[in-house]
């Protein structure tokens, strides 16, 4: 019996999936991590799962899907001048320990037949976290900016700045990061790394969906380098993953070619907007993507696959197609600029 045009076969795990719904995964991750600097690799997995892959094949495959997407984004950040790459080398070692513990742990629940739901709920709760800081986040900076606009003093008022505390630790080496404009100790963005690592080793993500958060809130990074140099660190930290997981034989090679397709033309569309967005613009768009994942996530735990298939591909290009209208709205205002300046 032949199969479905649709249909493609994994030759690695041995299944039939859903080519178009890869393509759409691609494409949608590209944009939405060159516009939030997380690499986009955390819609992947749960993508993946849903579209029918066992969930060590997902977490492996998002992994290597992550370090060919990244290369791509990084280089158009780079020509931002959002890169401070000494802040990106100095998580790296502790970000590929991190990678190796979550790997590990990935390899013993599948063994004991508990990796499946094991990692939803951990990815349920893992969102819920960094949703709660992000809200408190962009409603305190509301708040200012309505105080602001009725006449009140706002200047000493500010929104999360936790790092201000770690920056006053003390601890060899310090190091001055010229780029972000602060100095601190190097352990501050190395605790950043592992933990991120370990989060990616875990769930198959990059670990930009915490460090991009971490980098502004914790280390004190100015959001727009914070997302080009999350994107340098899961380049690099994405490739030991892939090397990782492929030992483990829990990468879907085709299924990572067929999702770069379309992720090479989403991230340049994702990194250009980021220079026509203001910051909490990111974050607002960043919080909707949260809650879809996170809902598309219970809804397959709990055997409702099809239906959070469509959720969170219908959602997620939706978004897409608004960070492409501020793409082009904010490329046609510049070239309106430059012709009415060289008029």
């Known amino acids: 019996m032949e199969t479905a045009w649709y249909l493609m076969y994994m030759p690695i795990s041995g299944i039939d999936i859903f080519w178009p719904g890869l393509v759409i995964v691609g494409f949608a991750v590209g944009t939405i991590g060159g516009f939030f600097g997380m690499g986009g690799a955390w819609l992947v997995t ?11 094949f997902a977490i492996g495959t998002d992994i290597a899907h992550i370090a060919g997407k990244s290369m791509i984004a990084t280089v158009r950040h780079a020509k931002f001048g959002n890169v401070d790459v000494p802040l990106g080398l100095s998580m790296l070692v502790f970000t590929m320990a991190g990678i190796e513990i ?20 951990v990815y349920v709760g893992f969102l ?38 770690f920056h006053k630790i003390n601890i060899p080496p310090m190091i001055n990061f010229k780029a972000a404009g602060f100095r601190c100790s190097l352990w501050l963005p190395g605790l950043v790394g592992f933990v991120t690592g370990v989060l990616a080793g875990f769930l198959g993500i990059g670990g930009g969906m915490l460090r991009m958060p971490a980098l502004i809130y914790f280390v004190g990074c100015p959001t727009h380098l914070a997302v080009g140099t999350d994107l340098f660190e899961v380049m690099i930290s994405g490739l030991y993953g892939a090397f990782t997981y ?39 768009w960043f919080m909707v993507c949260i809650v879809v994942c996170m809902i598309s996530i219970i809804l397959k735990q709990f055997g409702q696959a099809t239906i959070a298939g469509i959720l969170i591909l219908g959602v997620v290009a939706w978004v897409c197609l608004v960070i492409l209208k501020i793409c082009l709205k904010g490329a046609i205002a510049e070239l309106r600029e430059k012709k009415a300046a060289g008029g």
């Open 128 to 165: 819920v976290g960094i949703f709660a800081m992000t809200l408190k986040d962009i409603l305190g900076k509301r708040k200012i900016e309505k105080e602001a606009k009725a006449g009140e003093d706002v200047s000493k008022r500010r929104g999360i700045e936790w790092y201000k505390t």
């Open 46 to 56: 749960p993508c993946l799962n849903i579209l029918g892959f066992p969930m060590a």
């Open 246 to 284: 492929t030992l483990k034989g829990r990468i879907e090679l085709v299924a990572v070619a067929v999702m770069l397709c379309g992720a090479a033309i989403g991230a340049q569309i994702g990194t250009v907007a980021t220079k026509y967005s203001k910051g909490l613009g990111i974050i607002f």
């Open 102 to 121: 979550g790997a590990k742990l990935v390899m013993y629940l599948e063994a004991i037949g508990f990796v499946g739901p094991v990692v939803r709920w």
